[in-house]
């Protein structure tokens, strides 16, 4: 079966710091795809970033970036000089290649202080 | 711009009512989920649909029904509303393949009394 871990339930950092979101997962398949979703006060899912199972290149993108690792099976997102405004609850998710749904994780809830 | 809806945002019942909870997109994708989000559980998948006239069950599906009757809408029926249903409630389109990125409505939030 497949699982989703974010061991990290609560993170508090200062504006400007740098946060890594840990995920890790669990599959036998060798096709799968990973995501990560922000989830802001206001409620609403927001999709971040897509990666499957054969792309192991680190993306960047402005502030975000994630380091996808097969050998340790996990999936880590970092934020660069947090702000406030990234405070929100953050998903990892994981679907198989012929997956029917998505295995969320439990979320991690990252504030950010001013 | 495409967008997927959810209504109502908010929705008060009491228990044993029939409750039908909306979802709308303009995608013009094939597949349609519906989520239950609750502290401690996260996201879970109730139902989903690949195409029109498609349904099949999630993980937590008892006591919820749909039906796709047209590629845009997938509404969400609760038979009878249940105390442990009060919940938020998020629905979710994605494109061709099952595994292809799913993008999420509002939610809607509903409380069973």
């Known amino acids: 079966a497949q699982k989703v871990t974010q061991a990290q339930t609560e993170i508090s950092v200062v504006e400007k710091e740098d946060v890594t979101l840990d995920c890790v997962y669990e599959?036998?398949?060798?096709?799968?795809?990973l995501f990560w979703y922000k989830q802001p006060p206001s409620g609403e899912l927001v999709f971040l970033i897509r990666r499957n199972s054969f792309d192991e290149q680190n993306e960047i993108s402005g502030r975000y970036s994630w380091n996808f690792q097969k050998s340790t099976s996990s999936f880590n997102f970092t934020i660069t000089a947090s702000q406030v405004v990234d405070s929100a609850v953050y998903f990892c998710a994981l679907i198989l290649n012929y997956g029917q749904n998505f295995v969320f994780g439990p979320g991690t809830r990252l504030s950010v202080l001013p | 711009d495409a967008e997927i809806t959810q209504s109502p945002r908010h929705k008060i019942t009491e228990t044993g009512r029939q409750v039908t909870l909306a979802c709308h997109q303009t995608w013009n994708h094939n597949n349609m989920f519906w989520y239950r989000q609750d502290l401690g559980h996260g996201l879970r998948l109730i139902h989903y649909s690949y195409g029109v006239q498609d349904t099949n069950k999630g993980e937590v599906s008892d006591g919820y029904s749909v039906s796709r009757s047209n590629t845009e809408d997938l509404p969400l029926t609760l038979e009878s509303a249940a105390s442990s249903q009060t919940s938020v409630y998020f629905c979710a389109s994605s494109g061709q393949g099952a595994r292809d990125t799913q993008y999420f409505g509002p939610g809607t939030r509903l409380t069973v009394l």
């Open positions: 599959t036998r398949d060798t096709t799968y795809y």
